[in-house]
C-alpha cells in the first residue's frame, strides 16, 4: 500500500499513533488559522470600521497574505515532524512560525495606526 506523500512515509518506522494525530491535529489547527486569517482580511475591507483606508487595505492584504502561507507553514510543519517522529530524531523547530507571527503584529499596527492617523 502506497501512501502520500512518499517522501515522509517511506522512512523510519510508524510512530505511536497517538503521535500522529496528534500531528495532524496541529495541521488542522494551522488550516483553521488560515481561514481566520483571511476572514480578518475581508473583514477587514467589508466592514465600515473607522479605520483610514490605505492602512485598512494595506493590513488587509497581509492579512490574506498571511492566510495564504499558513497553509505552506501546516504542509511544510506536518511533513517535517512526522518525518522526525519516524526516524526517532528530535522535532525540528517550527518552518514559518516567526514570520506568521510578524505579519499579524504588523497588521495589528497598521489597524491601530489607522484607528489614530
Known amino acids: 500500500?502506497?501512501?502520500?506523500?512518499?517522501?515522509?512515509?517511506?522512512?523510519?518506522?510508524?510512530?505511536?499513533?497517538?503521535f500522529s494525530?496528534?500531528?495532524?491535529?496541529?495541521?488542522l489547527a494551522w488550516i483553521r488559522t488560515a481561514l481566520a486569517l483571511i476572514?480578518?482580511?475581508?473583514a477587514l475591507e467589508a466592514l465600515p470600521l473607522p479605520i483610514r483606508a490605505d492602512f485598512r487595505l494595506s493590513a488587509s492584504g497581509l492579512f490574506v497574505a498571511l492566510g495564504l502561507i499558513a497553509?505552506?507553514?501546516?504542509?511544510?510543519?506536518?511533513?517535517r515532524i512526522e518525518r522526525s517522529m519516524r526516524q526517532n530524531r528530535p522535532l525540528p523547530a517550527p518552518a514559518?512560525?516567526?514570520?506568521?507571527?510578524?505579519?499579524v503584529v504588523?497588521?495589528?499596527?497598521?489597524?491601530?495606526a489607522g484607528m489614530f492617523l
Not at 494525530?21 to 495541521?27: I, V
Open 1 to 18: 500500500m502506497t501512501r502520500f506523500p512518499s517522501s515522509v512515509y517511506r522512512h523510519g518506522q510508524e510512530p505511536d499513533p497517538r
Open 21 to 27: 494525530l496528534a500531528n495532524e491535529r496541529t495541521f
Open 39 to 42: 476572514a480578518a482580511g475581508v
Open 71 to 79: 497553509p505552506a507553514h501546516a504542509w511544510i510543519s506536518w511533513m
Open 96 to 103: 514559518l512560525s516567526g514570520i506568521l507571527a510578524a505579519g
Open 106 to 112: 504588523v497588521a495589528g499596527l497598521l489597524i491601530a
